[in-house]
């Protein structure tokens, strides 16, 4: 199968400041690239559409002056989680979409905000 | 609205049986489904596949569609322990389109007795 890797795996970081997280495909190139969000024992919650070298596409209801998406290269999205509060914790997983039809996760971040 | 449906569960089986899990969808055009096992606290893992009516087999996973019934299924034979996981069904409804997307079921929570 397809690796997706992720980093960092955990942060703890303060309420009002931001996050960074990348999600790298290490042995396939990804034009598409999701990030999901999941709280505990809930159902995963797609937050936005990561395309590159184009703008991101925001979910109903997702802040996109809050979660900043950028898709730099074909191997690299990063989700940056801008003036964090301690309702943004969670566990933020990304997805790279390879031609082949399939779509491998990484092995998601979890985020508390303190 | 898209939807993809499956049972909660727990889904209790005895070490050694089969296990079926099913899912159904409600958009007829949907080309491409997935199977996905999440263990509780990591991200989601793709086991299985499926474009075409029919069965596809791998391993010990045995995926079935049926697209007129709108249904597919993943059974898995001689369950272990380590299986004890919720199993996703996803589905493609866009599949080479614009967005790829993925609609998620709840999952199946499978848990297998010793």
């Known amino acids: 199968g397809a690796v997706v890797s992720q980093h960092p795996s955990w942060v703890i970081c303060k309420s009002g400041t931001s996050v960074k997280i990348e999600c790298r495909s290490l042995?396939?190139?990804?034009?598409?690239m999701f990030w999901y969000r999941q709280f505990p024992k809930q159902s995963l919650m797609l937050m936005a559409t990561?395309?590159?070298?184009?703008?991101?596409?925001?979910e109903q209801g997702v802040e996109k002056d809050k979660f900043l998406i950028n898709h730099a290269s074909l191997t690299l999205s990063t989700l940056t989680v801008t003036s964090a509060h301690p309702e943004d914790s969670s566990f933020y997983i990304c997805?790279?979409?390879?031609?082949?039809?399939?779509?491998?996760f990484g092995p998601g971040t979890r985020l508390t905000v303190t | 609205q898209k939807e993809v449906e499956q049972n909660s569960g727990p889904l209790s089986v005895p070490e050694g049986a089969i296990a079926s899990l099913n899912c159904t969808y409600s958009?007829?055009?949907?080309?491409?489904f997935f199977w996905y096992r999440q263990y509780s606290g990591k991200s989601p893992e793709l086991i299985m596949s499926?474009?075409?009516?029919g069965d596809k087999e791998d391993g010990r996973f045995t995926a079935q569609l049926n697209k007129a019934s709108q249904y597919v299924s993943l059974l898995i034979r001689d369950s272990q322990p380590s299986d004890s996981a919720t199993y996703l069904c996803?589905?493609?409804?866009?599949?080479?389109?614009?967005?790829?997307?993925?609609?998620f079921g709840t999952g199946t929570l499978l848990a297998v007795q010793p």
């Open positions: 996803a589905v493609n409804t866009n599949y080479g389109g614009a967005t790829n997307k993925l609609i």
């Open positions: 499926i474009y075409s009516n």
């Open positions: 997805s790279a979409y390879r031609d082949t039809g399939e779509q491998y």
């Open positions: 990561s395309n590159e070298g184009s703008k991101a596409t925001y």
């Open positions: 042995d396939f190139q990804a034009t598409t």
């Open positions: 958009d007829r055009g949907s080309q491409s």
